[in-house]
């Protein structure tokens, strides 16, 4: 059985935010799926990386081809 502490850490250790960001998702539905059917997952103990995961080289753009933020963004 997977426990949520384990489910936190794969979502620390993946590097790609779009695949963190979707695995964030599944977990937390799974999460709440498993309250819904009256097991919830146990909270369990595992050992957080130091860092979490970060893509090894981020793609650096001259200051001109940033995309601009649109109003109201943060």
């Given at each position: 059985?997977?426990?949520?502490?384990?489910?936190?850490?794969?979502?620390?250790?993946?590097?790609?935010?779009?695949?963190k960001?979707?695995?964030?998702?599944?977990?937390?539905?799974?999460?709440?799926?498993?309250?819904?059917?009256?097991?919830?997952?146990?909270?369990?103990?595992?050992?957080?990386?130091?860092?979490p995961?970060?893509?090894?080289?981020?793609?650096?753009?001259?200051?001109?081809?940033?995309?601009?933020r649109?109003?109201?963004?943060?």
């Amino acid at each position: 059985m997977t426990t949520l502490a384990e489910l936190a850490v794969e979502v620390l250790t993946t590097a790609d935010g779009r695949a963190k960001t979707a695995l964030s998702h599944a977990h937390a539905a799974r999460w709440r799926q498993s309250r819904a059917e009256g097991r919830p997952l146990a909270i369990g103990r595992a050992e957080p990386p130091l860092r979490p995961a970060r893509p090894a080289r981020p793609e650096l753009l001259p200051p001109r081809e940033v995309p601009r933020r649109r109003p109201g963004s943060h």
